[in-house]
T-cell receptor
Framework: LAKTTQPISMDSYEGQEVNITCSHN???????ITWYQQFPSQGPRFIIQ???TKVTNEVASLFIPADRKSSTLSLPRVSLSDTAVYYC???????????FGTGTRLQVFP | DTAVSQTPKYLVTQMGNDKSIKCEQN?????MYWYKQDSKKFLKIMFS???????INETVPNRFSPKSPDKAHLNLHINSLELGDSAVYFC??????????????FGSGTQLSVL
């Protein structure tokens, strides 16, 4: 079973910022937090990864509080093409990091 | 060049047949995986090979047999196909399964339809 809990779905409009929160209360000291994006008929694609505090890349930002029991993926100014399922995975040297949960289905409307 | 490529993209076959799906990665990764995504979109890991050695073998029927001729290839052979095998099968690779900060790279999937 996945070590993470995410909202099943979220709706947004183009141009808005979207924040998807993932709960991982049992995160271990060595665990990393990794987010993937999956479009219909495609394999998941790595978006961002972090261990603590904040990480930013050209696609998204990842905010991780000090206790690391949750994390928030932030997508700035979403467009229709950001409609996808977003998965949060948590793990380290074990196989937890390979387990996908239900993900969050983000629907972006015009 | 596609990093993780799998063939065929679509596979339609009759119950009872035997079929294979091939996967190749050109990323120089040590670890490869097979995932299954069912009609409800749950993505479940099936197998993992690290340097041609079987590392993960989840609860999968014996009819499914992975084969890794070298660390750049991981094929999936399925015997006696059943209706419930219909799904999308994804191949993936990563640098080294034992690294804490592993990132998975997925192929585009094989849509298997068993009639």
């Amino acid at each position: 079973l996945a070590k993470t809990t995410q909202p099943i779905s979220m709706d947004s409009y183009e141009g808005q910022e979207v924040n998807i929160t993932c709960s991982h209360n049992n995160i271990a000291t060595n665990d990393y937090i990794t987010w993937y994006q999956q479009f219909p008929s495609q394999g998941p694609r790595f978006i961002i990864q972090g261990y603590k505090t904040k990480v930013t890349n050209e696609v998204a930002s990842l905010f991780i509080p000090a206790d690391r029991k949750s994390s928030t993926l932030s997508l700035p100014r979403v467009s229709l093409s950001d409609t996808a399922v977003y998965y949060c995975l948590v793990g380290a040297g074990n196989t937890d990091k390979l387990i996908f949960g239900t993900g969050t289905r983000l629907q972006v409307f015009p | 060049d596609t990093a993780v490529s799998q063939t065929p993209k679509y596979l339609v076959t009759q119950m009872g047949n035997d079929k294979s799906i091939k996967c190749e990665q050109n990323l120089g990764h040590d670890t490869m995986y097979w995932y299954k995504q069912d009609s409800k979109k749950f993505l479940k890991i099936m197998f993992s090979y690290n340097n041609k050695e079987l590392i993960i073998n989840e609860t999968v029927p014996n009819r499914f047999s992975p084969k890794s001729p070298d660390k750049a290839h991981l094929n999936l052979h399925i015997n006696s196909l059943e209706l419930g095998d219909s799904a999308v099968y994804f191949c993936a690779s990563s640098q080294d399964i034992w690294q804490a900060n592993e990132k998975l790279f997925f192929g585009s999937g094989t849509q298997l339809s068993v009639l």
